[in-house]
């Protein structure tokens, strides 16, 4: 599929089924585009089949399905640019929640969608910034110089309107128009409202009292606005007359959402990061390493959610009335262990295109105090590593704050900023505290932290050894396995029920689409239990919103596809219950979901769970070799390579 132009398949398929009015609704599951027809006699099932890169053609349960394989979401993606379907904002259920799972999953994956397109901006202008603050560091140059002044403004810039670059990417996610999304952050860092906040005067309008806060930098506030935009725009769409509709919907979406975010986030965000800020202060009296240790462990996360703002006014007021504040001590730590953390994912992941953000977000990290590449492109996609530098700031933050450090300067706690820290308290305990951290971050991530896979498997003709051990060398006509004498290398590899059950051939199973073995070799198993495992260690390439279908790639390349039963897209998550998400390294035996078998039967469909190699015409064999019943983890697929 790699020479197929995606753009023009997308085009072909909507042309050949009738075009875009014939179209009633388009979604996809792991490997299909599905469509609902108007007329299903429009569309010319033959052609649609001869197309490059489509697979089959199924018609079945009132849906036209293309079968394109594990490159469905980019075609996916190119049939939203050219219709009012599909794009990379959309599920496979349609919809507009994100991947299910618990709340921190979620949370975390829709925060790293958001970020992605923006990280390479991102990564950029933090490392200018650090080359930056070095040059002025060491007087090369002066920071009141005007070549200083057009520097930094194209250092920070984006870092200052952040908010307006993921309103772009928040409207693209939540399917909302992303120009009138721009126009709220906008309004949200506009120069007057700016300085509305930084005068401290009180705030009203239309004699309501409004609580301001800085939203430059910010980044909660912007999607939960742009979140709701997309509801208030459908409502509108839907019951504003077509005369008025494509102007009155943005004016109306701004006039409600701006003063909304101003009267309702401000408020929230301002009072709990002060009431955070003057707990965390007053702890400095009487537990100052407790003080240390929250500020260190939770100084980034207050930073994501906006909430550090609230320390900044009681930071400056320390400053001025008695040279020095506590509060700074523990962040040098908190932001160097984040850095360090990306630096063993430097060192330690396979992915180039990660170690590309992870090696210069990590530099401007020690050297500015810049973390927000690192955070939304690393380490908090990654969890681990956010929670190892979380680790490693309380513990380093604690042993800062013990020795009463603090800075007598407002710089970004940094490695070029550790001079601002040498008036007050011990420096001695600040350079122990920030050692600790920089240690606990980086050995943690190192050690235990995700090693992800290649961007591309087998690039150099070789694969990897799997952490399983579960691959084999078997010796060619040489005699010894890898000797002089072996002409080819034949390697194996088992894959592992991924449920309990009873076996089913694969042509028997109850989808034609597999059953033909189009999607590749493989078998079923009728499931007695509702937890999905892993049926071998790698990447999750899929990891439906659904929850019906996950797809595993391991570090030899091998594809392994697990839909859970029969169209059980059409439950749209109902009965499932994900517990990971697309991109996450699993092993083999982990588990993927839990699903309510029972209500999945209920509700009409067949539970079958399908285990398919996608890629079995590039392995030298796919052998079922299950009988009966099978347990989860019993070899079911044996693998020549």
């Known amino acids: 599929?790699?020479?197929?132009?995606?753009?023009?398949?997308?085009?072909?398929?909507?042309?050949?089924?009738?075009?875009?009015?014939?179209?009633?609704?388009?979604?996809?599951?792991?490997?299909?585009?599905?469509?609902?027809?108007?007329?299903?006699?429009?569309?010319?099932?033959?052609?649609?089949?001869?197309?490059?890169?489509?697979?089959?053609?199924?018609?079945?349960?009132?849906?036209?399905?293309?079968?394109?394989?594990?490159?469905?979401?980019?075609?996916?993606?190119?049939?939203?640019?050219?219709?009012?379907?599909?794009?990379?904002?959309?599920?496979?259920?349609?919809?507009?929640?994100?991947?299910?799972?618990n709340l921190l999953n979620q949370f975390i994956a829709l925060i790293s969608s958001i970020f992605l397109p923006v990280l390479w901006p991102l990564s950029g202008a933090g490392l200018f910034k650090a080359f930056l603050a070095m040059a002025a560091q060491f007087h090369w140059l002066a920071e009141t110089s005007q070549t200083y002044i057009v520097l930094n403004a194209a250092?920070?810039?984006?870092?200052?309107?952040?908010?307006?670059?993921?309103?772009?990417?928040?409207?693209?996610?939540?399917?909302?128009?992303?120009?009138?999304?721009?126009?709220?952050?906008?309004?949200?860092?506009?120069?007057?409202?700016?300085?509305?906040?930084?005068?401290?005067?009180?705030?009203?309008?239309?004699?309501?009292?409004?609580?301001?806060?800085?939203?430059?930098?910010?980044?909660?506030?912007?999607?939960?606005?742009?979140?709701?935009?997309?509801?208030?725009?459908?409502f509108l769409n839907r019951t504003l007359p077509g005369a008025i509709r494509n102007f009155m919907t943005p004016l109306l979406a701004i006039l409600i959402m701006v003063p909304l975010i101003l009267m309702t986030v401000g408020p929230i965000t301002t009072y709990a990061a002060r009431g955070i800020s003057s707990g965390v202060n007053a702890l400095?009296?009487?537990?100052?390493?407790?003080?240390?240790?929250?500020?260190?462990?939770?100084?980034?996360?207050?930073?994501?959610?906006?909430?550090?703002?609230?320390?900044?006014?009681?930071?400056?007021?320390?400053?001025?009335?008695?040279?020095?504040?506590?509060?700074?001590?523990?962040?040098?730590?908190?932001?160097?262990?984040?850095?360090?953390?990306?630096?063993?994912?430097?060192?330690?992941?396979?992915?180039?295109?990660?170690?590309?953000?992870?090696?210069?977000?990590?530099?401007?990290?020690?050297?500015?105090?810049?973390?927000?590449?690192?955070?939304?492109?690393?380490?908090?996609?990654?969890?681990?590593?956010?929670?190892?530098?979380?680790?490693?700031?309380?513990?380093?933050?604690?042993?800062?704050?013990?020795?009463?450090?603090?800075?007598?300067?407002?710089v970004f706690p940094s490695l070029l900023g550790l001079s601002a820290y040498m008036a007050h308290g011990s420096f001695a305990m600040q350079l122990l505290g920030t050692a600790v951290a920089i240690a606990i971050g980086f050995t943690l991530t190192f050690l235990f932290g995700p090693r992800e896979e290649p961007d591309s498997a087998n690039a150099a003709g070789a694969a990897a050894i799997p952490d399983d051990g579960s691959l084999d060398t078997v010796p060619g006509p040489g005699g010894v396995a890898g000797g002089s004498g072996m002409a080819t290398a034949v390697r194996t590899l088992d894959v592992s029920a991924s449920v309990a059950g009873t076996f089913v051939p694969l042509e028997d199973v109850n989808d034609k689409v597999f059953a033909t073995g189009v999607l590749g070799s493989g078998l079923g198993i009728l499931p007695t239990d509702g937890t999905v495992r892993a049926p071998v260690s790698g990447t999750l390439m899929t990891a439906t919103s659904t929850g019906h279908a996950f797809g595993v790639k391991t570090e030899e390349g091998v594809e392994v596809l697990v839909p859970v039963g029969v169209d059980t897209v059409q439950l749209e998550g109902r009965h499932f219950s994900t517990k990971v998400t697309q991109g996450e390294h699993v092993e083999r035996g982990d588990v993927l979901a839990v699903v309510d078998l029972d209500a999945v039967r209920a509700a009409g469909y067949d539970t079958t769970t399908i285990m398919v190699i996608t890629n079995t015409a590039a392995l030298t064999s796919v052998t079922p070799i299950a009988q009966g019943q099978v347990a989860v983890g019993d070899p079911v697929l044996a693998l020549e390579i």
């Not at 008695?322 to 992941?349: D, E, H, K």
Request: overall charge neutral; hydrophobic content about 50%.
């Open 155 to 234: 250092a920070d810039a984006v870092f200052y309107f952040l908010p307006m670059f993921l309103a772009v990417t928040a409207a693209k996610r939540f399917r909302t128009n992303q120009f009138t999304s721009m126009a709220i952050a906008g309004a949200l860092v506009y120069p007057t409202i700016v300085a509305l906040n930084t005068a401290g005067a009180p705030v009203h309008f239309f004699g309501i009292p409004v609580t301001m806060m800085s939203y430059t930098s910010s980044v909660i506030p912007i999607i939960i606005g742009v979140w709701l935009q997309g509801y208030l725009e459908r």
């Open 284 to 410: 400095f009296a009487v537990a100052p390493w407790l003080a240390g240790a929250i500020m260190g462990g939770l100084w980034q996360v207050f930073v994501l959610f906006g909430l550090h703002w609230g320390f900044v006014p009681i930071m400056v007021n320390d400053l001025t009335t008695q040279g020095y504040t506590l509060l700074g001590g523990p962040l040098v730590s908190a932001v160097l262990a984040q850095a360090a953390a990306a630096l063993a994912v430097f060192v330690r992941t396979r992915s180039a295109k990660r170690r590309e953000i992870a090696g210069p977000g990590a530099l401007s990290g020690f050297l500015a105090g810049v973390t927000e590449p690192v955070i939304y492109g690393v380490n908090l996609p990654l969890k681990l590593p956010f929670y190892f530098g979380i680790a490693g700031g309380a513990v380093g933050g604690a042993i800062a704050a013990a020795g009463g450090s603090a800075n007598n300067a407002f």
């Open 1 to 101: 599929m790699g020479s197929v132009n995606y753009q023009q398949l997308a085009a072909d398929i909507v042309d050949k089924v009738g075009g875009e009015d014939n179209i009633a609704t388009a979604t996809h599951c792991a490997t299909r585009l599905r469509l609902k027809l108007r007329d299903e006699s429009k569309a010319d099932k033959a052609a649609v089949e001869q197309l490059p890169g489509v697979i089959a053609v199924m018609p079945a349960g009132g849906q036209f399905q293309v079968v394109i394989g594990n490159d469905v979401p980019q075609v996916y993606q190119e049939l939203g640019k050219i219709t009012r379907f599909g794009g990379e904002a959309d599920s496979d259920a349609g919809g507009e929640e994100g991947p299910k799972g």
